[in-house]
């Protein structure tokens, strides 16, 4: 009785360890990636948001986590930092 009680625990610690490797430890990742991001947007950065709209921030709010993008000249729009997918660096 006792080998099946140990090899049971085997068994959970080792489905949670999977667990942890497949899907927490990813979304940890991701988590840091997109803040690092938010944290590094500054005014002037060129930015292309998950929707595919590229543009240059104009202006950033912090207070509303909302940035400014100027998508072409006279043309303003207001997004959630949360929406910016990567920040273009220079001669991309």
């Known amino acids: 009785m006792g080998d099946q009680t140990f ?3 085997i068994y ?3 489905f949670i360890g999977l667990i942890y490797l497949m899907i927490i430890r990813p979304q940890k990742k991701e988590k840091a990636r997109k ?3 938010m944290s590094s947007l500054e005014k002037g950065s060129r930015i292309v948001s998950f929707s ?3 543009g240059t921030v104009s202006h950033i709010n912090d207070e509303t986590s909302t940035i400014g993008v100027t998508v072409a000249n ?3 729009i207001v997004m959630e930092k949360a929406a910016v997918a990567r920040v273009v660096e220079p001669g991309e």
């Open 7 to 9: 090899g049971l625990l």
């Open 52 to 54: 595919g709209i590229h």
């Open 35 to 37: 803040e690092q991001i």
């Open 74 to 76: 006279g043309v303003d």
């Open 12 to 14: 959970v610690a080792f």
